[in-house]
């Protein structure tokens, strides 16, 4: 097991480098979505291979890496995609917030497996298929609904902030005429 661990973790962590440049060159609801999909993919042959009772070290080694290929896709992708929602006064709290989620996920999808083994009588190869039924719904539900900031609307955002900024200045400057000088965190 530590080997399929170190297998997905360090076929994970190369390619996220490149992840996040393939993101920015391609569009981003299709790279979400069709990493989900090679996820599902992979999940599918976890779960037949299972059904058939074929254990061969290589092929689940194949399955992980083809699995871990597709998540170094969708994390810098979302990534980018949740950074630019928010203004740059904001972005890294909510991006803070949203990467230290991961946990609770990972508290819900144990919890949901769980689930979902028990459900299929404790058969190991019917909640690998259920997986890969989950990853295609989430493709299904990332390309038809998620929208990604285009540069017009990030440059919208850039704008209003920066309106904001010359707005607070202007404040700042007509109370020190007046004689005024706000305290700190004041305007």
Known sequence: MGGLDTAFFLIYSIPQFFGGSIGDRYDKKRIIAIAFIIQAFGFLQLGIAATLNFYN???????????????????????????????SKHRGLITGSWGTSANVG???GIHLSTAIFNLTD?????????ICGLFVFNSFLAYMLLKPVTEQDDIIINLEDEIR?????????KHERRGYIAPDGEN
């Open 106 to 108: 990972n508290i819900i």
């Open 122 to 130: 404790r058969r190991w190869s019917e909640l690998m298929n259920a």
């Open 57 to 87: 070290h290589m092929f689940y080694y194949g399955c992980f890496i083809l699995i871990s290929l597709s998540q170094s896709m969708i994390f810098p992708t979302l990534v980018s995609i949740v950074g630019s929602w928010f203004s």
């Open 165 to 173: 900024e010359v707005e607070a200045k202007y404040e700042k400057r």
